[in-house]
């Protein structure tokens, strides 16, 4: 979850703050950082620093910032997405500072320079981190992309200046790897190769973030004749940050995702979310026949153009079977692996990287064990120092003998709701101050309906004894008729959707708004065989 600090006495700055989403368990719930490592050694950052948008370096911020309430420095393109999600929790935005790839800034005894390095997303930057004597580069993920689509290759010569460096801070991710990762120009190449090769329509499924390939991807759809549409809230979202920061001045105008019955099927192009069969993203929804106004069948084809990400085999295998179901042609990274590359350095990479920094230590950070031990290998047959193989919670001291283990600190998971929001004006949070007007308990449970909107299932849970007199039976018709009309694509969406519907509604009919708890649960429809 990327969440990594660094101290000098008793000033410390955390560097990113990223969540995992939970496939293996119910509901997928968020799994992020455990502060209470931080708050038993007293530790509360004066700044948060972000090396790029990833979720896996963003996604915890909203969650975790409201205890910390510093500064937080974001190149552009991060700090957009940033203040998109805070928004959504009712968060404000001014403590989100943008800091331009290349610029450096003050933190108390830290000074901190933003290095630009190629990765799966514009502005990605490695950190050089600087206090009396010692210099750290904290690289973030990376890699030597000679053709990168969007931005430029990265400078031999902005690393050499800073050389050499006492530690690198380093991603292990592809260390195992011999050779050289693919460049994004190859991968530009190769989709539109198998994008005219296809007969029927065809949709390309990776990740939003990865706004080269969705450019490529674009581009490839107009040389080869077809238009363009987007399909997920995360693509439609990113490519809307990405447009307004000048990113994708020269893709193909879009077209809604309802006027593409009209367009034959050889002039079709989607750009989906959903490839790593997340239940209820836009290839998921094609898979199962429930997108309302778009079907795929006998001579489309689906592109993945994303490996798959440890732990989402099983969803991504049923998400491929439903497709092969309806008579899809696949193309994904067994069959075409030339259709995806890796935003991770592999073993030329680190060597040419370290030869230009010339670092003393290396720390190999990201990754399992097995890509950190053989990071470790390649470090010392170059030279590097690196002695220790970091887990979670452990507390490392550099000085003028190196790396020392000070101390490890389990780290328990951390599991939020992905449901989970910021208290809002009347809204209260389990464990908050019990409200002097009352408090009133909401439960439901619901699935989504054919036409994108959701409908209840079972009965309503409202406890509202403390609040006063409230009409339940014209409460739930009204609330069965606000889910049939709202448009969310998630739980977490419908939440935020219903929250001020709610809010009005019992303005309304109440002498006083009470604190509201409310918990939605996701269930599947019950089918005919059920309900005998």
């Avoid at 991060?78 to 009712?90: I, N, S, T, V, Y």
């Avoid at 693509?235 to 995702?257: C, H, I, K, N, T």
Wanted: hydrophobic letters at 40%; one cysteine or more.
């Amino acid at each position: 979850m990327n969440l990594s600090l660094y101290g000098v006495e008793s000033h410390w700055i955390a560097v990113d703050c990223g969540m995992m989403i939970r496939q293996d368990l119910p509901d997928s719930p968020l799994q992020v950082p455990n502060l209470d490592t931080l708050e038993t050694l007293g530790i509360t950052p004066r700044a948060l620093i972000i090396t790029h948008g990833h979720e896996d370096h963003i996604g915890a911020a909203a969650w975790l910032w409201p205890q910390w309430g510093c500064p937080i420095h974001a190149t552009p393109l991060a700090a957009g997405l940033l203040r998109l999600k805070f928004a959504e929790r009712g968060l404000a935005t001014d403590a989100i500072r943008v800091i331009e790839p290349g610029e450096a800034l003050e933190c108390g005894p830290f000074t901190l320079r933003y290095l630009p390095l190629t990765h799966s997303i514009p502005e990605s930057c490695a950190l050089l981190v600087a206090t009396g004597d010692h210099r750290v580069l904290h690289t973030g993920d990376w890699k030597l992309d000679p053709e990168p689509l969007i931005g430029a290759p990265v400078s031999a010569s902005t690393f050499r200046a800073i050389a050499p460096v006492d530690l690198v801070v380093g991603d292990s991710t592809n260390a195992p790897l011999p050779g050289h990762s693919r460049s994004e120009g190859e991968v530009a190449v190769a989709l539109e190769h198998a994008i005219a090769r296809c007969e029927g329509r065809v949709v390309v499924s990776c990740f939003a973030s990865n706004l080269a390939r969705v450019l490529a991807i674009g581009r490839a759809a107009q040389r080869c004749g077809r238009r363009v549409s987007l399909m997920g809230r995360s693509m439609e979202r990113m490519v809307r940050v990405a447009r307004g920061l000048g990113y994708l001045d020269d893709f193909p105008p879009l077209v809604p995702v309802s006027d593409l019955g009209y367009l034959p099927a050889k002039e079709v192009l989607v750009i989906a979310t959903g490839s790593q069969g997340e239940p209820r993203a836009a290839l998921q929804r094609l898979a199962r026949g429930r997108h309302p106004t778009f079907e795929l069948g006998h001579g489309d084809s689906v592109i993945f153009s994303a490996k798959a990400i440890p732990g989402n085999e099983l969803l991504i295998q049923r998400l491929k079977a439903g497709l092969e179901h309806l008579g899809v042609a696949l193309l994904d990274e067994f069959n075409h692996p030339e259709l995806h590359a890796s935003g991770h350095p592999a073993q030329d990479e680190l060597r040419t990287f370290y030869g230009w920094v010339k670092p003393g230590h290396l720390l190999p950070v990201h990754g399992e064990p097995r890509h950190q031990q053989a990071h470790q290998a390649l470090a010392e047959t170059l030279g590097i120092r690196a002695p220790l193989i970091p887990t979670n919670g452990d507390l490392i001291r550099l000085d003028g003998d190196g790396l020392t283990l000070e101390a490890r600190h389990p780290q328990p998971p951390c599991i939020v709701s992905q449901n989970a929001v910021a208290p809002l004006p009347g809204l209260g949070a389990e464990g908050g101050p019990r409200s002097r007007h009352g408090s009133l308990y909401l439960a439901l449970s619901v699935t989504a309906t054919e036409a994108r909107g959701w409908t209840r299932i079972g009965r309503l849970m409202l406890d509202a004894s403390d609040t006063g007199r409230l009409d339940e039976d014209a409460f739930t018709d009204w609330l069965d008729m606000q889910l049939l009309e709202l448009r969310a694509e998630t739980l977490a969406e419908l939440r935020l959707a219903l929250q001020p519907k709610l809010l009005a509604w019992f303005a309304d009919h109440l002498r006083r708004i009470p604190a509201i708890h409310l918990q939605i649960l996701a269930v599947e429809a019950p089918s005919l065989s059920d309900l005998d």
